[in-house]
């Protein structure tokens, strides 16, 4: 018996309901599943992002670490060379220069000040061994000789050491000044502080500057000197490519 039109109708509509509500589920469902999905992706591509910006920051500090250690390094070099060079220069072992620069920095001497009274110190004894300029009077004054018994030039850091000990038993002021200028230039009166420490006090600053490592051997400053040497020679060579 066939159904009544209002009934069909009835039956037609409550299935069209119950069929949106499910299409409506079902769409929520893969709209909740999209967002998951992209909230996901995104969470995934900031994690890539991060460790592709740890892998760029750990690069360029790895970068920046070697370029400090190659010229920690040329630094070390070059510091080398030029101790090498300046013992060479003052007549004095490159050991005991070292040594003795590292004394002179904790009295406030300067390297390039130490260097510049060393070497008018060398300039000096020489000229007094002849008998002549102003430190042949402040050597005799101190009663030192410039030569040992042999006839010899004694080494500067010789000379520095029987001076610190003449020094050490004189009251700082004018004379002890005037006499450091004569025996050392006009870096004389900044070399008082390590003079008046006696050659027992430098020798104690120099033995603890071995003890550190800090004082330079021959082999490995005239390596440093070649090595540094080297490199100037190859900078002329692609300078005149």
């Keep these: 018996m066939a159904q009544p039109i209002g009934a069909l109708r009835a039956e037609m509509s409550a299935g069209w309901g119950q069929f949106r509500n499910d299409f409506m589920q079902a769409k929520k469902a893969v709209q909740d599943s999209a967002a998951g999905m992209k909230k996901a992706m995104s969470g995934a591509q900031a994690s890539f992002e991060k460790v592709g910006t740890a892998i760029k920051a750990m690069s ?9 250690l190659g010229a920690m390094i040329k630094g070390q070099i070059d510091a080398a060379d030029k101790a090498q060079k ?3 220069a003052i007549g004095m072992t490159v050991d005991k220069l070292t040594a003795l620069q590292y004394a002179a920095d904790l009295s406030g001497i300067s390297q390039e000040q130490l260097t510049t009274a060393l070497t008018i ?3 000096n004894a020489a000229l007094a061994a002849e008998g002549t300029g102003s430190a042949a009077d402040a050597y005799a004054e101190l009663g030192i000789s410039v030569k040992d018994a042999d006839g010899k030039m004694k080494a500067s850091n010789v000379l520095i050491d029987e001076v610190a000990d003449n020094f050490a038993k004189m009251p700082d002021g004018v004379k002890k000044t005037s006499l450091a200028v004569q025996l050392f230039g006009r870096q004389g009166a ?5 003079l008046n420490s006696g050659a027992a006090g ?3 600053l120099t033995d603890e500057a071995a003890k550190f490592g800090l004082v330079l051997d021959t082999e490995t400053a005239r390596k440093a000197e070649r090595f540094s040497d080297n490199l100037d020679r190859l900078k ?3 300078q005149g490519i």
Excluded: F, H, N, S
């Excluded at 360029?60 to 400090?68: D, F, H, S």
């Excluded at 900044?190 to 390590?194: G, S, T, V």
């Design 60 to 68: 360029a500090l790895a970068i920046t670490a070697g370029v400090a």
């Design 86 to 88: 300046t013992a060479q």
């Design 121 to 123: 110190t060398a300039k």
């Design 190 to 194: 900044a070399m008082i502080p390590l």
């Design 202 to 204: 430098i020798k104690e």
């Design 236 to 238: 002329g060579v692609q």
